[in-house]
């Protein structure tokens, strides 16, 4: 069965995630600035719980949760203690009433933490931060069940092969409630499949295989025969990214996101897949729910 996955926000749908910057809350003395992020905070659990019931309703089974639901968590400055939050005994229940939710009608949550995470970097002010905050997302992933904390593995820092090593340390320093979440995704720039499936299979992190990243940046393996290296790096469902680019036809950037998917893009291979994809289009629930009826369509067409 697949499991189609919506990413983040609504395109249509009134529901929507509260952020906030560090610049606002700066005007604030400290005690008002809690009190705002908690009450964000709030508003961002409800908002998740209002997010699954739609997918629930509409039967999409899964839902990526922003990695901001709890804004400025970890920000050098503004950041806070969640203990420090004034309602966050109350917080805390809102989200687990989410994951209540979601284990009760078998959604599927995850988290796909900012560029910005980069256990890679050679600086480690950069690694100690990417650490924080992937510390606070698998706080909040316990909360809500979610199963994946899906990273990047950075840049390549002029040596590909130094900087893959440097990541495999930084893998072993995280806390088991960061490292039993953790999943690497193919990028569209530096890190293909080929490159990070060594480090997958040696830590045992389930590669998340784009498959749009992936014709992107090429490697000489079709996506047939990565769609099952991909598999066997998995312990429990695998995740899969889909999307369709903009500029198709070559007249601009082919990494771009298109609003929806385009059916041919499809891997026709995933059809009879036990796995979630996550849909990384424009249209949000619109493209999700269009692409639902185009992959049953072809479904009911390879069963004739």
């Not at 599927?108 to 600086?123: A, E, K, N």
């Not at 997302?137 to 893959?164: C, F, M, P």
């Amino acid at each position: 069965m697949i499991r189609f996955g919506l990413c983040c926000i609504f395109r249509k749908e009134p529901i929507k995630f509260r952020r906030t910057t560090a610049k606002y809350l700066g005007r604030f003395s400290r005690r008002q600035q809690l009190a705002n992020l908690s009450e964000i905070c709030m508003a961002n659990a409800d908002a998740l719980y209002r997010a699954l019931q739609f997918c629930r309703r509409h039967g999409i089974k899964g839902f990526r949760i922003n990695s901001q639901i709890l804004p400025l968590k970890t920000h050098p400055e503004i950041g806070y203690r969640f203990e420090d939050l004034p309602s966050h005994r109350k917080i805390r229940r809102m989200f687990e009433r989410c994951g209540t939710y979601a284990s009760e009608h078998d959604l599927r949550t995850t988290f796909h933490p900012d560029q910005f995470i980069l256990l890679s970097s050679p600086d480690n002010n950069v690694t100690q931060r990417s650490t924080a905050d992937l510390i606070y997302q698998s706080e909040v992933a316990q909360w809500v069940n979610a199963d994946v904390i899906n990273i990047h593995a950075g840049g390549a820092y002029g040596d590909k092969i130094r900087t893959l090593n440097r990541l495999r340390r930084e893998i072993e320093r995280l806390p088991e409630a960061v490292r039993r979440r953790l999943t690497f995704e193919n990028d569209d720039r530096i890190y293909t499949p080929e490159d990070l499936l060594p480090v997958c299979n040696d830590m045992e992190i389930p590669l998340v295989y784009d498959v749009h990243h992936h014709r992107c940046l090429p490697d000489g393996n079709d996506v047939e025969k990565t769609t099952q290296l991909a598999l066997k790096t998995w312990n429990r469902e695998p995740l899969f990214h889909l999307s369709s680019s903009l500029n198709a036809k070559g007249d601009g950037n082919p990494r771009n996101h298109h609003d929806t998917i385009d059916i041919a893009d499809f891997p026709r291979c995933w059809l009879q897949l036990d796995t979630t994809i996550e849909v990384e289009a424009k249209g949000k629930e619109l493209a999700v729910l269009k692409l639902m009826k185009e992959v049953f369509r072809l479904s009911a067409e390879k069963s004739a």
